[in-house]
C-alpha cells in the first residue's frame, strides 16, 4: 500500500518541470531575436550617416536644383503673358535701305523736299518752242526739280505771254543756275517781263542775252535788276543788241566784275 504513492508523486513533478522548461525555452529565443534584430537597425542608421557626411554637397545639389526650378516658372509666366516680346525677339532686325524718310534722295538747294530728284540739263535750244512748250516748262519750274542749265537757245516762236509764264516762275525757283536766252528775238517788250522775275530770283548766276534785239531803254532795265538781284555773275550782251549801245554794255559788266572780285 506504500508503493503506489511515491510513482504519484513523481508523475505529478515531471510534467512541471517539462512545463517550467518550456514556458522557460520561447521567452530564450524571443530575447534572442530581439537582440539580433536591432544591432542591424543601429548599423544600417550609422550607414546612411556615413554616406551623408561623405557626400554633403548631394544634398546641396538637391536643394538648388529645386531654387532653380523655382526661378524658372516665374519667368515662362512672363513669357506667356507678354507673348509680343518673344515674338519681337524672333523677329530680323530692320535693314536700313536708305529709301526710309527721304534718305539716298538728292534735293534741290532750298526745295526742302518739293522735288526728289533735280534735273541736271535741259537743251532746248532750235526746236520751234512756241507759248505751249513755255507753259508746260513754267510747271516743271514751278515744280523746283530743275533744271540746273536751261537753255532756250535759238526759240523766236515764244510770245510775250510765254515768257510771262516763265519769268513768274523763275520768282521762286532756286535750282536754275545758268539761262541761255540767245538768240529769241528778245525785244524790250521781253525784258520789262524777264526782269520782274529774275529781280526775285536767288540762284541764276549766268544769263545769256546775246544775239537779240534789245535797245537802250531794256538795257536799262537791266541794270536797275541787277541792283535787286546779287546772284547774277555773267551775262553776256555783245552780240547783238546794237540798239544798246556799248557804254551801257560797258557799265553793266563792270558792275558784274566787281561781285566776281
Not at 546779287?230 to 566784275?257: A, P, W, Y
Request: hydrophobic fraction near 25%; charge should be negative; proline fraction near 5%.
Amino acid at each position: 500500500s506504500d508503493q503506489p504513492e511515491p510513482a504519484t508523486s513523481a508523475e505529478a513533478d515531471q510534467p512541471e518541470t517539462a512545463t517550467s522548461a518550456e514556458a522557460d525555452q520561447p521567452e530564450t529565443a524571443t530575447t534572442g531575436n530581439e537582440n539580433v534584430q536591432e544591432p542591424d537597425i543601429v548599423e544600417q542608421e550609422e550607414k546612411k550617416e556615413e554616406e551623408k557626411d561623405e557626400n554633403p554637397s548631394d544634398a546641396e545639389e538637391e536643394k538648388e536644383d529645386k531654387e532653380e526650378k523655382k526661378t524658372d516658372e516665374p519667368k515662362e509666366v512672363e513669357k506667356d503673358e507678354n507673348p509680343s516680346d518673344v515674338e519681337d525677339e524672333d523677329e530680323p532686325p530692320a535693314v536700313d535701305d536708305g529709301k526710309s524718310e527721304g534718305q539716298g534722295e538728292v534735293k534741290g538747294e532750298g526745295a526742302e523736299g518739293k522735288a526728289p530728284y533735280i534735273l541736271q540739263q535741259l537743251d532746248l535750244g532750235d526746236c520751234s518752242f512756241g507759248d505751249g512748250g513755255a507753259d508746260s516748262l513754267s510747271r516743271l519750274l514751278d515744280h523746283d526739280c530743275g533744271p540746273r542749265v536751261l537753255m532756250l537757245t535759238g526759240n523766236k516762236g515764244i510770245s510775250a505771254d510765254g515768257w510771262q509764264k516763265m519769268s513768274n516762275s523763275l520768282k521762286t525757283n532756286t535750282t536754275v543756275k545758268a539761262l541761255h536766252l540767245d538768240y529769241c528775238e528778245i525785244t524790250n517788250k521781253e525784258v520789262a517781263m524777264l526782269v520782274d522775275g529774275l529781280s526775285e530770283n536767288k540762284t541764276i548766276q549766268t544769263l545769256d542775252l546775246e544775239g537779240n534785239s534789245i535797245t537802250f531803254g531794256g538795257g536799262h532795265k537791266l541794270v536797275q535788276m541787277l541792283e535787286k538781284n546779287s546772284s547774277i555773275r555773267e551775262m553776256k550782251l555783245t552780240e547783238g543788241n546794237n540798239g544798246m549801245g556799248d557804254s551801257l554794255k560797258k557799265d553793266i559788266q563792270e558792275l558784274l566784275e566787281k561781285r566776281v572780285s
